[in-house]
C-alpha cells in the first residue's frame, strides 16, 4: 500500500476524463492519487486536452491505453463498453464546452458520447476562467446538471491561467476524491441529526450606504451545511452576506446584521441537535445608525461610537437542552491557548481555532487550517486542507465526542417545530 494510501478505492473502476483546459495537467495528479487509492482507471481524452498534454503521461502512469477518440476503435464501442465497465465517471478538468454539451446531451466526440451513456455516478470538476464560470449559460447548464444527479463540484477562486483572479480553479484532489468516495460510498451517519449552522460575516450599519463588516467568505459555513446535507442532516443555514451558491437541500435563511443571526438561530435552536457557528459575528456595531447618508464633514468622520453585540453562542450556550455546541475561534497568535479559553467561557462542547493569518488559512480562501479541542482537552491538529475536506473532518469529530454520542438518542426524537425542507 502506498505511504499515506487507505485504499478506498480498491477494485474500483473509473473513468478519468480529461478535457481540454490548461489544468489538464492537474489530471495527471489525480490520476496518481486514484491509483494510490487502489482504483482501476482508464482515462479519456478530448483531442483538446491531447494539445495540453500527451496521452502517453497518462498511458504510462494508468497503464491502461489513452482513449481519444469515438471512430478509433469502433469495434470496441468505447463510448458504451467504458462507462458500463465503469462504478464512476469522473471529467477533471470539465471545460464549460464540455458541461454545455452534457447539459444539451451533445455526443460529437468520444467523452460526450460516453457521458451520454452513462447511468454510475457522474463528478464533474470544473475549471476555466472566472468570467465563464460566471456567464450565465454555465450557471444554467451546471443547475440543469446537478438537478439531474450529476455532481458538479464548485470551482476554486484564486490566480487564473488568464492572469485575472477569480473562481475557476481545478478543485483540490482531494476534493474530487471525497466527491467520489461520497457518491460510491454515501456516508449516511448524520442522518436523524439536526444541524443549525451559521456562516459569514454580519454588516453593522453606520448609516443607510456604510457598514461595518469583516472578510468573511462563508466558505467555511457552507462546507460544514453542505457536508452534513450530504451525509444524511437536515440542515439550516443562516447565513450573512455572501457571494455563494447555497447547496441543494439546505433551508436557508439569510440575515444581515448580529441582531438579526441572534434571532434567527434563536429561533431555531430548539430545533436543532447540533449548533455550529462558523460565522464571523461582528463585535461591535455603531451605538446609532444615521438614518441619513453622513457627510464627508470632518467631525462627521472623527469618530464613531461603538457598543457590544450580543455574543450569540454564548446565549445560546445558556438555552441548551441537549444540543452539542461548536464554536470556531478566529485567532491572529497563540491559537490554541485563545480557542481553550472561549471553548470554556462559551460553554462549548468543541472548538475549531484557526489562524486567520496563516498562508492559505482563514477568511476568504478555499483552505483552512484548524486545531479542534473538545472539552475534555482532546486536541486534533489538522493540516492545511480545503474547506470541504476539513468540514467532513470537523463532522468526524463531534460525532465521537461524548456528549454527542449520548445526544444522538435525543437526536432521534422528531423536531418541535418542522424544517422548512
Ligand atoms: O467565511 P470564511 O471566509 O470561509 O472564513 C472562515 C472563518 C475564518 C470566518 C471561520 O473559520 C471562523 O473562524 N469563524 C469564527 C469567526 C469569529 O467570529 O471568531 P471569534 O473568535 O471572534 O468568535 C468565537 C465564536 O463566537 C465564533 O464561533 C463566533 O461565531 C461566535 N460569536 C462571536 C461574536 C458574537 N457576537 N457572537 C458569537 O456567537
Not at 478543485?171 to 474530487?176: A, E, L
Not at 476568504?364 to 475536506?389: F, Q
Amino acid at each position: 500500500m502506498a505511504p499515506g494510501s487507505t485504499q478506498t478505492l480498491l477494485g474500483r473502476k473509473i473513468v478519468l476524463g480529461v478535457s481540454g483546459s490548461i489544468a489538464a495537467y492537474k489530471a495527471v495528479g489525480l490520476l496518481r492519487l486514484l491509483m494510490r487509492e487502489g482504483a482501476d482507471v482508464s482515462v479519456v481524452m478530448t483531442e483538446a486536452a491531447t494539445r495540453f498534454v500527451g496521452p502517453l503521461t497518462f498511458e504510462v502512469l494508468s497503464r491502461r491505453p489513452v482513449a481519444t477518440d469515438l471512430f478509433a476503435a469502433r469495434q470496441e464501442m468505447l463510448h458504451l463498453t467504458l462507462p458500463e465497465w465503469a462504478d464512476a465517471v469522473v471529467i477533471a478538468p470539465a471545460t464549460a464546452n464540455q458541461i454545455a454539451k452534457y447539459a444539451l446531451g451533445l455526443a460529437d466526440d468520444l467523452l460526450s458520447a460516453l457521458v451520454l451513456n452513462t447511468s454510475c455516478p457522474l463528478i464533474l470538476a470544473p475549471a476555466m476562467d472566472g468570467n465563464m464560470w460566471d456567464h450565465p449559460a454555465v450557471t444554467a447548464h451546471r443547475e440543469a446538471l446537478r438537478q439531474r444527479g450529476v455532481t458538479v463540484l464548485e470551482p476554486e477562486e484564486g490566480p487564473l491561467a488568464s492572469g485575472r483572479v477569480g473562481k475557476g480553479r481545478l478543485p483540490d484532489d482531494t476534493v474530487i476524491l471525497s466527491a467520489i468516495e461520497q457518491r460510491l460510498f454515501p456516508r449516511l451517519d448524520w442522518r436523524g441529526q439536526r444541524l443549525l449552522v451559521s456562516a459569514g460575516p454580519t454588516q453593522e450599519a453606520i448609516d443607510p450606504v456604510r457598514f461595518i463588516s469583516n472578510r468573511s467568505s462563508g466558505k467555511m459555513g457552507y462546507a460544514l451545511a453542505q457536508a452534513a446535507r450530504e451525509r444524511g442532516a437536515e440542515v439550516t443555514l443562516v447565513s450573512g452576506p455572501t457571494a455563494l451558491t447555497v447547496p441543494p437541500g439546505i433551508h436557508y435563511v439569510p440575515v444581515c446584521t448580529a441582531e438579526e443571526m441572534d434571532k434567527a438561530l434563536t429561533a431555531h435552536f430548539a430545533w436543532s441537535t447540533v449548533l455550529i457557528m462558523a460565522a464571523a459575528v461582528a463585535d461591535f456595531r455603531p451605538a446609532q445608525a444615521s438614518s441619513t447618508k453622513l457627510k464627508k464633514r470632518k467631525e462627521a468622520l472623527n469618530k464613531l461610537d461603538l457598543e457590544p453585540t450580543p455574543d450569540i453562542l454564548e446565549r445560546l450556550s445558556l438555552r441548551r437542552t441537549s444540543q452539542t455546541l461548536v464554536g470556531f475561534a478566529a485567532e491572529t497568535e497563540a491559537v490554541l491557548p485563545q480557542a481553550k479559553d472561549k471553548l470554556v467561557r462559551k460553554g462549548l462542547d468543541l472548538i475549531v481555532g484557526n489562524n486567520v493569518l496563516a498562508e492559505g488559512s482563514g477568511f476568504g480562501s478555499d483552505t483552512n487550517e484548524a486545531v479542534l479541542v473538545d472539552r475534555e482537552g482532546g486536541v486534533t491538529e489538522l493540516g492545511l486542507l480545503p474547506k470541504r475536506v476539513l468540514a467532513d473532518r470537523i463532522l468526524d469529530v463531534i460525532s465521537t465526542l461524548p456528549c454527542a454520542i449520548k445526544r444522538s438518542a435525543a437526536a432521534k426524537k422528531p423536531p418541535a417545530a418542522g424544517n422548512k425542507n
